[in-house]
């Protein structure tokens, strides 16, 4: 199992930028894929953001494609999230999440299913 421990949300104006942190923990996950998901009040989670810890293949929502960044830091175990050009839109929970079974290989890694371990959720408020 993985830890996962997400941070750097809050109260931004619409056009402003938020970093988002995950520091991951525990079980080994070399060759694996790291991603974000939100979910908004009343909705399902959505994916934001894809990462592959080895070789840094992202992926990107349509959405938030050209706004927001995924990175990591393998020696610190971290995986970010840069959002600039905030929208009230992008209001919601934000989860890290971890694929350490391989399951995005076959699932898809915009797939929630394809995910093992979650962190708790960070919040982001985004005001007009």
Do not use: H
Not at 92 to 103: L, N, Q
């Amino acid at each position: 199992q993985v830890q996962l421990v997400e941070s750097g949300g809050g109260l931004v104006q619409a056009g402003g930028s938020l970093r988002l942190s995950c520091v991951a923990s525990g079980r080994a996950f070399s060759n694996r894929v790291m991603g974000w998901f939100r979910q908004a009040p009343g909705k399902e989670r959505d994916f934001v953001a894809a990462i592959t810890w080895t070789t840094g293949v992202t992926s990107y929502a349509d959405s938030v494609k050209g706004r927001f960044t995924i990175s990591r830091d393998n020696a610190k175990k971290t995986v970010y999230l840069q959002m600039n050009s905030l929208k009230p839109d992008d209001t919601a929970v934000y989860y890290c999440a971890a694929d350490v079974a391989g399951r995005t290989s076959y699932l898809g890694r915009y797939t929630y299913s394809a995910y093992d371990d979650w962190g708790r959720g960070t919040q982001v408020t985004v005001s007009s």
